[in-house]
């Protein structure tokens, strides 16, 4: 099966840079999603990771670490409209894609 | 807009009912999830299909079903239904099952069961 980990909530400033990570497990493994899902509405595609390393894509970047079966988020220069979830997913060797159970960050003045 | 339909939007029912909810994947997208959110809980799996057969299945309960058709549209058949049923259900596709599978979601059903 699968298992995922990460943080409940995090509250950072606005401006600020926010770190979310994800730790999982699962038996193969065919890549790693960051979605973003503000309340009541539909998860939003951020990131896709599915070699070791960092992929960054605006003011968010997104790493990989298969061999500790790690991911983070990163987010720089933090706005008020970045309050929202943040789901970690992991499509397994043979499985569907799962989520994690999300992240919910609150952004302050 | 993601290119994935979900119908309805909401939906208010009784207890011991039984409802279908409706999704359309995006043109060309040959894999449809279904997704279960209940208030403040994560996306939870319940089923997956591919190209009209069943790829995957979470925990799903057995009065709920779901299938999907020569059209690729799917349904999510829940009957005798109960509170805790009440939730937002999503569908997302993609087009390949595997590498790259990114997932586009519909709005959602809001499902409320009094």
């Known amino acids: 099966g699968q298992n995922i980990d990460q943080p409940t909530e995090m509250t950072a400033t606005e401006g600020a840079i926010v770190q979310i990570n994800c730790t999982y497990q699962?038996?193969?493994?065919?890549?790693l999603f960051w979605y973003q899902q503000h309340a009541g509405e539909a998860p939003t595609f951020l990131s896709y990771?599915?070699?070791?390393g960092l992929e960054e894509k605006g003011r968010f970047s997104s790493f990989l670490s298969r061999s500790k079966g790690y991911s983070y988020l990163l987010l720089k220069e933090l706005q008020m409209k970045d309050s929202a979830s943040y789901l970690c997913?992991?499509?397994?060797?043979?499985?569907?894609?799962?989520f994690g159970k999300g992240t919910r960050l609150s952004v302050i003045a | 807009d993601s290119g994935v339909t979900q119908t309805p939007k909401h939906l208010i029912t009784a207890t011991g009912q039984r409802v279908t909810l409706r999704c359309s994947p995006r043109?060309?997208?040959?894999?449809v999830y279904w997704y279960q959110q209940s208030l403040d809980q994560g996306l939870q799996f319940l089923i997956q299909?591919?190209?009209?057969?069943?790829?995957a299945k979470g925990n799903i309960l057995e009065r709920f079903s779901a299938q999907q058709f020569p059209d690729l549209h799917s349904e999510l058949n829940l009957s005798s239904l109960e509170l805790g049923d009440s939730a937002l259900y999503f569908c997302?596709?993609?087009?390949?099952?595997?590498?790259?599978?990114?997932?586009?979601f519909g709005q959602g059903t809001r499902l409320t069961v009094v």
């Open positions: 699962t038996s193969g493994f065919n890549g």
């Open positions: 997913s992991v499509l397994g060797g043979n499985t569907p894609l799962v």
């Open positions: 299909y591919y190209n009209g057969e069943e790829r």
């Open positions: 997302a596709s993609s087009s390949t099952f595997g590498r790259n599978a990114e997932a586009f």
């Open positions: 043109s060309g997208d040959l894999s």
């Open positions: 990771n599915v070699l070791d």
